[in-house]
């Protein structure tokens, strides 16, 4: 774009030259635009919404206030099995005080846009749109970005087309961390991670729940044997879990959700929906870069480019929805605009994430069904944790166990699952063993600390075996 094209698209308003616009501050472009300007480059980092992103208001750090909460309660309630007689009375009150005060400040980025100003970078409020190639348009205001520009817009809660849902006043993962009075009843569409995790929560305070899956099981994308622990254990807590729930309409009456499922009429007094995400791509500008404006990805080389002089990071980018994925990816970004030859190049293959129930599941890389889908040889380790002495000590009784699936040729592993107290703890032993291919003969060559979980790694990684 000339500069002639720049004035006349400005209403004649000279556009701004700076060397980085960042386009979106969620967890990715906020830490890379912290990052570019201490190197001394002039960055501008736009938001139209909060800086921190969904992760910090909404989602990981109020959440798993919430979950955190919700354990105390259950461990509570184990004194009689453990230790002697407890008395326990939830009060949702203290955890929304918490998350209003602790986690959110009451949903006010002041200090992140401070921290983020302090850095050196130009913070811009409002919808920034690509106005063209290294271009961004916001709110009548033209930036010219001489070494590009970087998309991290992320993503926002998606709603299934259910009839009549979106006439209802449902809440979403945004809704449901302001909550300060629960329900008598709740009614929750989605058994993904966040739908499984907050089923457990209100639960356990005593909030009658039933949970609509529309595929065959919960945790779809997880190992079997995982999903199924968690199913087996909520329903043992009182969550109604349905399963292949075929939702045909849901109904609003002024006081209660009223949801026709098949041949069943399900009435809660709070529905909430937890059923994907949707990409913030539909209104930035993508065609005045030659991109479609219908994309739900943007795909990138391994430095995270799009095109010349544009970059993408975080869940835009499809490689996991994963605040630890943006941060990994702001690093790759950060040296290739730098200009580094030598900088890192994104590697997928050990991404670990963890689903935050009771019992915890941390998984990292392939399940055992991805990884012989690949074609290669396969060979899969399982080890109850119950059967280890800390599994015993802790009664842990069947809720827990290690999976190992390895590259039978390469002895190497291509993923992990764990479930169980502190699974995203030791995760990162078997995540560390995916990403740098430790030989599973090195991994079995270790000596393991007594009594720990980590001793039910050891028994897996000894029955790895065809099957």
Partial sequence: MTAAEHLASTGGRAATEVDVVVLGLGPGGRSLASALASEGLDVVGVEEHLVGGECPFYGCTPSKMMVRAAEALAEARRVTELAGTATVVPRWAQVAERISSEATSGWNDDDEVSALKAAGVT?????????????????????????????ATGTAPGAPPIDG???????TNRDVVKVTELPSSLAVIGGGAIGAELCQVFGRFGVSVTLLEAEPRILSEAEPEASGLVAETIAEEGVEVITGAAIDRVDHDGKAFVL??????????RLLVAAGRDSNLSDIGLPSVGLDDDLSVLETDDRMRVADGLWALGDITGKGAYTSVAHY????????????????????????????????????????DAARATGVRVQVGFADM???????????????????????????????TVAGPMAGELLAHLTLAVHARIPVASLASMIYAFPTFSETVDEALKSLADR
């Fill in 123 to 151: 913070f811009v409020r409002g919808h920034g749109r690509l106005a063209g190639p290294r271009t961004v348009a916001v709110d009548g205001s033209t930036y010219v970005a001489r070494r590009g520009v970087v998309l």
């Fill in 165 to 171: 849902l979106a006439k209802t006043p449902y809440w």
């Fill in 260 to 269: 026709a499922v098949g041949d069943r009429t399900i009435t809660s007094d």
């Fill in 329 to 368: 990816q702001s690093h790759i970004a950060a040296a290739a605009i730098l200009g580094r030859e030598d900088g890192p190049v994104a590697d997928y293959r050990a991404v670990p994430h963890v689903t935050f129930t009771d019992p915890e599941i941390g998984a990292v890389g392939l399940t055992e």
């Fill in 386 to 416: 119950a059967s280890s002495p800390r599994g015993w000590i802790h009664k842990t009784g069947n809720r827990g166990f290690v999976k190992v699936v390895e590259d039978a040729d390469a002895q190497v592993l291509l993923g992990a």
